[in-house]
């Protein structure tokens, strides 16, 4: 089974503790390049989602995630490790050699420096595991080293590198509008990532599309997901998706942290007393 393991440690100083806030989004932003990468392979046969198998509020805060093929029936395996490679060697790259990897967008910018900043505030190291012996842990030092890298590449220059493309994957966002886009029709969303984004529909996804959902769905702010041909203009920027599935996503209902904590977890003991403890070998 293919997966990954992500463990944000804390650090321990005088007035900074690591935030369980922090620890999620930390997670989360490790998945958001591993969607980009994924996007940026192009292979529609090999659909997959990285699922949830399991998570650990304790410390240090540590999430395990699993390929799920979108086609049961189809084998990802290959698709999973080309995916882990692309980010194993892209966050490499930023930290070690001084350049972002061919797959970043300039969206994913921001994304790679909010990581490594975390890094240096709060958190003590981010160790990612990609199985198979592959394991990058981003220490102080080395988030430094990429912050370096993202700041000193000319934007000008980045955006130069990149020539227009093509790939396959899903986008998630709110739905706006529905209309025409350069006289086709189409639908606009909203991705927290790439923004607002049009996607048109083949006349087959118009009638079902249709039939299923009423315009009132626009006003509502659906989620939906839309997988398709991912066209992008030269520099990186999603400009539009050729649509050739659209599905509505539910959320499940979001839990409170008070439900899931621990309170005696700490046996008494303050956040700061018990880290410290447990940074000395203490805890008995």
């Known amino acids: 089974m293919d997966r990954i393991v992500i463990t944000v440690r804390p650090t ?21 390049l591993f969607e980009v990468a994924q996007q940026s392979l192009g292979d529609p046969h090999s659909r997959f989602e ?10 240090p805060f540590t999430v395990v995630a699993v390929a799920q093929a979108s086609n049961p029936s189809v084998n990802v395996s290959a698709m999973a490790k080309r995916v882990k490679a692309e980010v194993s060697g892209g966050l490499r790259s930023l930290m070690t050699r001084g350049a972002p990897p061919q797959w970043m967008t300039q969206e994913t ?7 490594f900043a975390r890094n240096l505030n709060g958190i003590g190291e981010t160790d990612i595991d990609f199985e198979d012996g592959d394991l990058i842990s ?3 030092e080395l988030a430094k080293a990429g912050i370096n890298t993202l700041e000193a590449f000319n934007v000008m220059d980045f955006e130069q ?5 093509q790939s396959f994957g899903e986008i998630e966002g709110v739905m706006l509008a529905a209309g025409r886009y350069r006289n086709r029709a189409a639908i606009q969303i909203r991705n927290e ?5 049009w996607c048109n529909l083949s006349e087959d996804l118009v009638l079902r599309f249709g ?15 839309v997988y398709g041909r991912l066209n992008y203009a030269a520099g990186g920027k999603l400009q539009s998706i050729e649509a050739l599935d659209v599905r509505e996503i539910e959320f499940a209902p979001l839990v409170k942290l008070e439900a899931i904590l621990d309170p005696d977890f ?4 303050d956040p700061y007393e018990y880290l410290e403890r447990l940074h000395e070998g203490r805890l008995g």
């Open 50 to 59: 990285w699922r949830l198998e399991k998570a650990s509020t304790n410390s």
């Open 12 to 32: 321990v100083s005088d007035d900074k503790l690591l935030s369980v806030t922090d620890a999620m989004q930390q997670v989360l932003d490790h998945m958001k």
């Open 193 to 197: 990532l790439y923004g607002f984004i």
């Open 266 to 269: 700490t046996a008494g003991m």
């Open 138 to 140: 981003i220490t102080p």
């Open 211 to 225: 039939d299923e959902h009423s315009m009132s769905d626009i006003w509502k702010g659906k989620t939906v997901g």
């Open 161 to 165: 590198s990149i020539a227009a493309r």
């Open 109 to 115: 910018f921001a994304i790679a420096k909010g990581i």
